[in-house]
């Protein structure tokens, strides 16, 4: 598949036109601000970038557009998915709804059964989690740890999401192996130590996913428990290697709160972020007002970025 950078400072690349024009009005406004660090499959681009904005591209000036488009850089890697603000953990409908009414774009369900934050994939209940995210125009991320494939395959398809997140201790291999049956949306849990970094240790755990051109979540090492524990990165030595790093699709997450997002945003130049603990009135349950301070904080900070 060819695929490029999103040209023209344009559109979402995780959300088809359906959720340009079911996004409110902050989100839809972040995301035609901000489009460096976003990938999209090249047969989208055109799409993403003129249709939402106009009901016909047949326009000179539009035609003319999409000609200029079409000779954007092309990258020959599959798609990378890419995201504002992702609230994973989610377990009710009303949180559903919150997540959308705080103006985030994207929710992770938790399949790992020893996690506070889980959800049956089989349960019906979960089912309807995953239909309301995908009614009101959310990424729906199925976040896994040390499954098989053929049980990543079953949920993503009976639950339809949009992406696969690993946050076990998968090898890379795992990558072409779900690649092969048609999973090109997929995302990788990379765990930091707590504590002062250096790029080098960084670079030991990023590199071997970075190449398979995957998206990639910096996150906190919890140790058995595989995330959502609340500690911070080293988020000033995090920006001076995303200097330098190249084209890595990253997002941010490691006890990010609303009281701390903006900071975390603002050291660590994340073109995205990703919370669960930090969102939660008491230990896997969701806040609404909560998320409502955490969004409105991130938006915030990432347009000023």
């Avoid at 309301?132 to 999401?161: P, Q």
Wanted: aromatic share 8%; with cysteine; net charge neutral.
């Amino acid at each position: 598949m060819f695929e490029g950078y999103h040209p023209c400072g344009g559109l979402p690349p995780c959300g088809a036109l359906a959720r340009v024009a079911t996004a409110t009005e902050p989100r839809l406004r972040l995301k035609a601000e901000r489009a460096r660090n976003h990938v999209l499959p090249f047969g989208e681009i055109w799409q993403s970038c003129i249709t939402p904005l106009v009901p016909a591209s047949s326009h000179p000036f539009w035609s003319f557009i999409g000609y200029y488009c079409s000779f954007r850089p092309v990258h020959f890697h599959e798609f990378v998915l890419m995201f504002h603000i992702k609230i994973c953990g989610v377990r009710e409908v009303a949180g559903v709804e919150a997540v959308f009414k705080s103006g985030a774009d994207a929710i992770g369900l938790n399949f790992y059964p020893p996690s506070c934050r889980f959800v049956d994939p089989e349960h019906s209940l979960t089912a309807g989690l995953a239909s309301k995210a995908g009614e009101l125009g959310l990424t729906r991320v199925g976040v896994f740890v040390n499954s098989s494939v053929e049980i990543m395959l079953h949920v993503s398809e009976r639950l339809k999401l949009e992406a696969v997140q690993l946050h076990g201790d998968e090898q890379a291999g795992i990558v072409s192996s779900l690649r092969d049956e048609g999973v090109t949306k997929l995302i990788r849990a990379i765990k930091l130590p707590v504590g002062p970094l250096t790029i080098q240790e960084i670079e030991k755990r990023v590199d071997p996913w970075a190449s398979l051109g995957i998206h990639l979540i910096l996150d906190a090492d919890g140790g058995k428990s595989h995330g959502g524990t609340g500690k911070t990165l080293d988020w000033v030595r995090i920006r001076q290697w995303a200097e330098h790093c190249g084209d890595i699709s990253w997002t941010l997450a490691g006890g990010l709160n609303p009281e701390n997002v903006a900071a975390a945003i603002k050291k660590s130049d994340a073109r995205s972020v990703d919370t669960a603990s930090g969102v939660e009135a008491e230990r896997g349950t969701k806040s609404a007002s909560l998320m409502s301070h955490f969004s409105e904080n991130a938006l915030a900070a990432l347009r000023r970025s």
